[in-house]
């Protein structure tokens, strides 16, 4: 299993961007699909955003598809959740999440396998 930590959160206005990175430590970090989730108080962890290790293919929540891009660098076995235009919606913790196998739904978080401490996103309007 991957370990992994996020940084790059913050407290910003609506409108500003963010850039979150999620570091691995571990071997074959270009064999895991990677995906970003989040959670707001009170709420479920909500899929954000993922990128499959295959083909780089992205996937992403319907309520951030524009706003987010999903990135991945295996030579520093980093992936990258750049947020743009942000919301007081996108106000949550955000986790990143690494999945080994080849086939699974990247937006279901009972797949992955490995999870970050989670960064806190604050967006005030």
């Known amino acids: 299993q991957l370990q992994l930590v996020e940084s790059g959160g913050g407290s910003v206005q609506a409108g500003d961007s963010l850039r979150l990175s999620c570091v691995a430590s571990g071997s074959s970090f270009s064999s895991y699909s990677m995906g970003w989730f989040r959670q707001a108080p009170g709420k479920e962890r909500q899929f954000v955003a993922a990128?499959?290790?295959?083909?780089?293919?992205?996937y992403y929540h319907d309520s951030v598809m524009g706003r987010f891009t999903v990135s991945r660098d295996n030579a520093k076995n980093t992936v990258y959740l750049q947020m743009n235009n942000l919301k007081s919606g996108d106000t949550a913790i955000y986790y990143c999440?690494?999945?080994?196998?080849?086939?699974?739904?990247?937006?279901?978080?009972?797949?992955?396998?490995?999870w970050g401490p989670g960064t806190q996103v604050t967006v005030s309007s």
């Open positions: 990128i499959r290790w295959s083909d780089d293919t992205t």
């Open positions: 999440a690494a999945d080994v196998f080849t086939d699974d739904d990247l937006r279901l978080a009972e797949e992955y396998e490995s």
